[in-house]
């Protein structure tokens, strides 16, 4: 195949991704003669579209299933996508409001039919767009929480927690989304500072001319006041023990009450009490035995009972409300306020507290072994820092509201009676058969089931095990193979929503962790520290993305600035960082492709280079191992780019290549053909597509000789001390380079070097002349004791290299060059120096980085030795 000049993702994209697919490289089937390595996908909504955030984790799971697959592991990554109740439901009932259909009139099974033509039609189509990303997943088991045995499972686990009491039915407060009109579990609200207005009014003691000022954010409630509360010990309000006020606007006689709750010291001690719109108001009223006056509907308008503003929405009656009190004289002031406002997670609407009969799960035992087994890391989270997060959840978490106002979802399977009783069961034979026990003259018809669904979550935790039946088909092949899964890639904000619960499930269900190990990403945020979104405008689109660089560069870029736990600063500049990468890799092999063999050559011409390389690629892939054994996946990939970039590309390649249109010996061509070999399977992970077009260009090869299923390199010995001499050599031919660069010196003029190797010593650069000689253009090599005049210094580990220029030198700016050296290193010199003078540190930290700073001394000490005479040669 003849290979083009430029490399073009677009030619090679969709082209491998359909071969591999062809050839079933990403499915997989229980094989007992392999380790299995799974990852279950966080399965995005059935709504979603492909964004940034996106991107990052499913290229985070891919390198690490790519990376398994060619371990000789049987890998399987599950896709699948998450019903979304509440996202999903909006969809469609905006799509039927455009069509003048409103879903109340046509009712829940055409609704129904309506969402579902609408997901055949518009749902899964972020997992289209992974493809367009390399994700390897295993397509043949696309899940879906609401295909008949995952809704099922789910049904089962819903009566099983209900049967063993840990599922009630409770009339409470509640968080309320007047928007989704539905209840919402606690970790479902997010709470953002907000600035809003404290209003202060006052309420007359009834039977006399005294006042109390009351201050408030939500003035629109005031109708629904039940109660003044002061504490018990406030002497400025000791006479009105017993007494009652009066409510502003509806003049509803009220007690006012004693409780410790109240804050003296806060505002001026009075607090009103609205039991039905705020939870700590509800928890004094049932005190108390207060009456609830609950003036909001479903929508967040006030209701008949608010007397005032009927039908008005509760931001709009804020400001009439306090428009009214204002005129018959009642609001005091209204002052700026920082506030904690909850916000629903799915829709953002403020969420309301709200009094309505829900169904919940006991959190106390079940959530037991999921604390203890995070806590001692028998399920690792990485970074460990979100322990502590994990940890406060757990120990403040409250029973869990999982019913749903809504039609979308798995209908919650209670069936009521005509009497007002109730009997949970699996379907709506089971449910009869049940509520015969109670009544026997019972029918089919006279049974209502519940109107509604779960959440969303509820469904979610059994994710890792009903992918492979283990709920719908318990002890099956599958589950007892691929259970539990080893790598979990998440977010951080749904470590409570999803995480936690799985692992409650996993226990609960398998008496097992779900997964091994949970990798939390941070945040894609701009360059400005915000959050990627739509509305600011700052997101850009993932698939223009990869049509403009490839899909390559996309990957590379959201993984050289991505360590675990840490927000990601998006920059297109590590987009484009990625596609040179790739450019560098494809004109690194057009260099290759070009070498012709000459038989006849001696085949050890460049063993040095040869050795050196072998050696550096054993120890850079230690590091990529080690890299990726402790999830530091920006640094695997940083790894891998220096050991290709720097090392084969800049330094081997250039060593090895023939003059213009020479031939090579047969043992450079092999060497450079096993390094292409081994430096493309190392970079497969993060860059499927280019390592794989020149895979095949590599040699001939079958159908099925792809890299995507070639095995990962095995690391071998490597010698440090020869690493150790070709670092010092780069640094001499680097400062070789860099001077020609300040001197505005031709590449093509040769020097004579002249060394003085005080360090190093004369046998590394005998061993290394030819690679000086080739790499940095010189002639000839010769070592002294001291070096001729008009020669510049160049200070390499200890080393004095003198590079003779003659009268072309200039010696104020060569001593002013120096003088900077020297005094940068004496600095360097010093922090050295403190470090190693405190005793904490060497005696706690480990030998090897004890060792390591008295080297850095030792070649500061004969750095600085080196320019001060090289100085005081110059006068």
């Known amino acids: 195949m003849a290979l083009s000049t430029k490399y073009d993702p677009s030619q090679v994209e969709d082209k491998w991704y359909q071969h591999w697919l062809d050839q079933q490289f990403f499915h997989s089937t229980p094989n007992p003669e392999k380790e299995p390595y799974v990852v279950v996908i966080p399965p995005p909504n059935v709504t979603g579209v492909l964004h940034m955030g996106h991107m990052l984790n499913n290229t985070i799971q891919d390198v690490l299933v790519r990376k398994a697959r060619m371990e000789g592991k049987e890998a399987v990554w599950v896709p699948g996508t998450d019903h979304a109740s509440i996202a999903t439901e909006a969809k469609v009932v905006k799509m039927l409001a455009e069509q003048g259909i409103d879903k109340r009139e046509i009712g829940r099974e055409k609704f129904l039919e309506h969402a579902f033509e609408w997901k055949e039609k518009y749902g899964g189509i972020i997992l289209k767009q992974l493809r367009k990303l390399g994700a390897s997943c295993d397509w043949d088991r696309t899940a879906f929480t609401m295909n008949p045995d995952y809704y099922q499972a789910v049904i089962d686990v819903f009566v099983d927690l209900y049967d063993k009491g840990e599922i009630y039915r409770g009339y409470r407060m509640g968080n309320w989304d007047p928007q989704g009109r539905t209840a919402l579990a606690d970790d479902e609200v997010i ?58 606007l509806v003049n509803r006689s009220v007690p006012i009450i004693q409780d410790e709750y109240v804050t003296m010291d806060f505002g001026t001690g009075c607090l009103k009490v609205t039991p039905a719109h705020d939870e ?59 506030s904690s406002v909850g916000h629903s997670e799915r829709t953002e609407a403020v969420v309301e507290p709200r009094l309505s009969e829900q169904w919940y799960v006991k959190m106390n035992r079940i959530t037991e072994p999921a604390r203890e087994n995070v806590l001692n890391d028998v399920v690792q989270l990485v970074p460990p820092k979100f322990k502590n997060m994990y940890r406060s959840w757990m120990d403040g978490v409250r029973d869990w509201c999982i019913s749903r ?68 088909q318990p002890d099956n092949e599958e589950i007892k193979y691929y259970y539990p899964t080893n790598d979990l890639v998440t977010a951080p904000e749904i470590l409570f929503f999803w995480v936690a619960r799985m692992v409650i499930a996993g226990y609960e269900y398998m008496g097992e962790k779900p997964f091994k190990n949970v990798y939390l990403t941070g945040i894609v945020r701009d360059k400005q520290r915000r959050k990627m979104s ?35 600063l998006y920059d297109e500049k590590l987009v484009e960082q990625g596609r040179n990468f790739a450019n560098k890799i494809w004109n690194a092999y057009r260099l290759f492709d070009g070498f012709t063999v000459d038989e006849s050559l001696d085949p050890t011409t460049n063993q ?51 003059d ?22 190392v970079v497969h992970p993060f860059m499927p597509f280019i390592s794989e077009e020149l895979w095949h260009y590599l040699e001939d090869r079958s159908e099925q000789d792809c890299i995507t299923v070639a095995a990962w390199p095995e690391s071998g010995n490597f010698n440090e001390e020869m690493l150790a001499e070709a670092n010092t050599v780069f640094d001499v031919v680097s400062q070789i380079r860099n001077l020609r660069s300040s001197k505005g010196l031709s590449p093509k003029e040769a020097f004579d070097l002249q060394i003085k190797p005080t360090v190093s010593g004369e046998g590394l650069y005998n061993r290394w002349e030819a690679a000086i000689s080739k790499l940095a253009n010189v002639s000839s090599t010769a070592f002294v004791d001291e070096s001729e005049a008009g020669a510049v210094c160049l200070v390499v580990k200890g080393d004095e290299i003198y590079v003779p220029l003659g009268e072309s030198m200039d010696v104020d700016a060569e001593r002013e060059k120096l003088t900077k050296e020297l005094e940068y290193n004496q600095g360097f010199l010093k922090s050295v120096q403190k470090k190693l003078s405190n005793e904490r540190f060497v005696n706690n930290a480990p030998e090897a980085v004890v060792a390591a700073e008295k080297k850095k001394q030792a070649d500061a000490e004969a750095k600085i030795k080196a320019l001060e005479e090289s100085l005081a040669k110059l006068g």
């Open 191 to 248: 709470h953002r500072e907000e600035q809003s207005k404290l209003y202060h009014v006052k309420y007359q003691v009834e039977g006399s001319n005294e006042w109390l000022t009351i201050a408030t954010t939500r003035p629109e409630t005031i109708m629904a006041d039940t109660a003044i509360c002061i504490h018990p010990e406030d002497e400025r309000y000791t006479h009105l023990h017993g007494k009652r006020a009066i409510v502003p």
């Open 280 to 338: 700590n108001d509800y928890n004094l009223g049932m005190k108390h035995n207060l009456e609830i006056i609950d003036i909001l509907d479903e929508t967040g308008h006030l209701n008949a009972k608010a007397q005032f503003f009927v039908g008005e929405d509760r931001f709009v009656a804020r400001k009439m409300v306090a428009k009214e009190l204002k005129k018959q004289g009642h609001l005091v002031k209204e002052e700026d306020y920082m």
């Open 405 to 472: 106002q809504l039609w979308w979802g798995h209908r919650i399977p209670a069936y009521y009676l005509p009497n007002g009783e109730y009997v949970v069961a699996r379907n709506a034979e089971e449910a009869l058969e049940k509520a015969k026990a109670k009544d026997p003259s019972i029918s089919a018809e006279q049974l209502e089931q519940d109107p509604d669904v779960l959440d969303t979550w509820f469904s979610a935790w059994l994710w890792p095990i009903e992918v492979f039946k283990g709920m719908s």
């Open 534 to 568: 739509k509305s600011l405008g700052n997101s850009p689109d993932p698939l223009e993305l990869i049509k403009q660089f490839g899909a390559d560069a996309i990957r590379t870029g959201m993984l050289f600035s991505s360590p675990a736990g840490n927000d990601l």
């Open 608 to 658: 040095q280079a040869i050795d050196w390389f072998e050696s550096r690629f054993n120890q850079g892939l230690n590091e990529i191992n080690d890299h990726f054994s402790k999830f530091r996946m920006s640094d695997a990939l940083m790894s891998c780019y220096k050991l290709i970039w720097g090392d084969f590309c800049s330094w081997y390649l250039e060593m090895v290549k023939p």
């Open 660 to 681: 213009f249109e020479k031939p090579v010996d047969s043992g450079t061509y092999e060497a450079t053909k096993n390094f292409f070999n081994k430096v493309l399977r």
